[in-house]
């Protein structure tokens, strides 16, 4: 614990880069757990037309956090697209609280608020640039502390925002807070995050920008990606499959949905602490893989329930296991491409993409096959299987 203490005290850029992810959390809690509510209920689109916004807006930020990584590690600066992409989360959240209505809420989702959430990759790729002369054993502690204060944020916030909500007729005042958290973002970076030292520049030509992007990939770097796509579509199959069975099988309430998620947070939180000391002993492929073996173990578990406790019993397990998946393939995805600080840690909007569509499909396959606690199994099957590719290709590397 004194070596996270003595990050936060003694390194500026990651006290602040931390700070910063954590009002970004606090927008996104704030938000997310209602946006399909506002969407469709109180604004009237359609389930098809929400849907086709979500996955438009899904695709874009995607392309948004690739492009600004890659721009940024060209021009060799963060600071100022981390300004620009995180003013985009007061314009988006604030343009829907202001105006609420079908055009506006789409616009929003597909435009600034797309661009606002490549501030989440390009704040990974600001830490990783300004601490290439960090230890690895403090690297990780970096990386995991800022996916530790996203999640406190999701244990914290949306409770605090639904009590709020609750005395309200309209649950729109959740993107006017998410504005204002989204401003506050933006001056944390604005006086908090310095300006890099940019290093000599190469002379002679720069390589043109489409041709330098295509040379940095490779298939060995596509199937890890792959791997860890498999291995985080664990999290989209038990958010969907969850309260469906917690209110079916195991014949628990909606209060108990609520309850299980906060006591996941809560040891994700505890548990990434534990993982990050973990890798200092063991490769970070084997640390994924028991991190993947406990999630299938918990999501077999789910899966044969009959009685809320058998969930809450199951979920220890899963805020262990989830602790791992969460905060461990960020490290390894930033080692992928680690001179390329930007375009690294923009692979982890791409994996959160990823791991959703795989996630999705697993879902409709095991419900067309056998129902939710199929679904459930195999996705965990799916994830050991992630796991078991990536051990196999550090195998194969020198």
């Known amino acids: 614990m004194n070596a996270w203490l003595s990050i936060l005290r003694d390194r500026a850029v990651v006290r602040a880069s ?14 997310a757990p209602y946006q399909s509510v506002i969407g469709i209920r109180e604004l009237g689109l359609s389930d098809a037309a929400y849907a086709a916004v979500a996955l438009v807006g899904a695709v874009f930020q995607v392309l948004i956090a690739v492009g600004t990584g890659y721009l940024s590690d ?53 830490v990783r640039a300004q601490t290439s002369d960090f230890a690895p054993a403090e690297a990780a502690i970096a990386n995991a ?19 709020y909500l609750a005395r309200r007729e ?31 520049q190469a002379t002679g030509p720069r390589p043109a920008m489409l041709p330098d992007l295509i040379s940095v990939l490779s298939w060995g770097m596509g199937l890890r990606i792959a791997g860890v796509a498999l291995i985080t579509q664990v999290l989209t199959v038990n958010a969907t499959v969850l309260p469906l069975i ?3 099988r195991a014949n628990g309430a909606a209060s108990d949905i609520g309850f299980l998620v906060g006591l996941v947070a809560v040891l994700e939180v505890i548990f990434m602490i534990a993982w990050a000391s973990a890798v200092r002993h063991i490769h ?14 918990y999501l077999t578990a789910i899966a044969m329930a009959s009685a809320p406790w058998h969930v809450y019993a199951a979920s220890v397990v899963a805020g262990i296991a989830a602790a791992g998946i969460i905060s461990l393939p960020i490290s390894y995805l930033l080692d992928l491409i680690s001179n390329r600080p930007g375009l690294s840690a923009s692979l982890i909007a791409v994996n959160m993409f990823l791991g959703a569509a795989l996630g999705s499909g697993i879902f409709a396959l095991g419900t067309a096959v056998g129902g939710y606690g199929t679904a459930s199994v195999m996705g965990g099957i799916a994830g050991v299987a992630g796991a078991a590719l990536l051990l196999a290709l550090e195998r194969r590397s020198p």
Do not use: E
């Open 170 to 200: 309209s649950m729109i005042d959740a993107y006017g807070i998410a504005a204002l958290v989204g401003l506050a973002c933006v001056l944390t970076i604005l006086f908090g995050v310095k300006a890099r030292a940019a290093p000599a």
């Open 284 to 297: 970070l492929t084997t640390a994924l893989a028991i991190s993947a073996l406990l999630y299938l173990a």
């Open 246 to 248: 917690v209110t079916g």
């Open 74 to 126: 060209r021009a060799q600066s963060y600071r100022t697209p981390l300004i620009v992409m995180a003013s985009f989360g007061f314009v988006g959240y604030g343009m829907v609280w202001l105006y609420p209505s079908q055009a506006t809420f789409a616009i929003a989702l597909i435009g600034p608020l797309a661009m606002f959430h490549a501030t989440n990759s390009l704040l990974f790729g600001n």
């Open 18 to 31: 931390a700070a910063a992810i954590f009002l970004y959390g606090f927008s996104g809690a704030a938000t």
């Open 145 to 163: 502390l800022m996916r530790m204060m996203i999640s406190l944020s999701w244990v914290l916030v949306p409770g605090i925002v639904g009590l």
